[in-house]
């Protein structure tokens, strides 16, 4: 029989800084420890999505094409492991006709040894999906109603306005009156870069590509 850890960070720089992963690591010592199991490897998955089906990552395919019947893995939560419940209902079949157990620290240990386990690791599983659409969802909806406000979330700073301390769009004087020009220019049929060398000032220089960038934003009003 053989212990397997696994353990995952999403991002780069949570590899690079190494904190999430050292308490994971630290959470399998102590249970392995506590129940008398020890570690025959743990696999690291460094900066990959949980959306990420289990065997469709590095090191989650590398787990599953060493398991044998009898073989014990350990995680320290769920969100680790899966992130779809669908995900974690499939791999969770396929241990357990493999007989291999899976156990998630943070639900109590084996969630496929027993009909109870089971059942209890299918509720959470599906309930956790079904959270994280929710904060999609809100975070999604914020988003939309702060830039229906007028805030700036991020991205290219559309020409002829800037960013004030409350992080709203407010306009440009000096931008705006470009705007103005680049259009009355483009319908007297002048072309792109015609119209950049002709509104670009000292201080504000202007491409043929903002020019276009410029024209598609007032069209779009």
Known sequence: MSVYGYTRVSTMAQCEEGLSLDAQHRQLRGYAMM????????????GVSGWKPLSNRPEGARLTASLCSGDVILCPKLDRMFRSARDALVVSD???????SLHLLDLGGDVTGNGISRMFFTIVAAFAEFERDRIAERITDTKVSEKARGRYLGGSRPFGY????????VRDEDEQRIVTQVVSLREAGKSLRVIALKVSTPEIKISHMLVRRIL???YAL
């Open 35 to 46: 129940n008398g199991l020890e570690l025959s490897e743990i696999f690291v998955e460094r």
């Open 216 to 218: 598609n934003n007032a």
């Open 162 to 169: 800037k960013v004030d301390e409350e992080g709203f769009l």
């Open 94 to 100: 396929e241990l357990k006709k493999m007989e291999v």
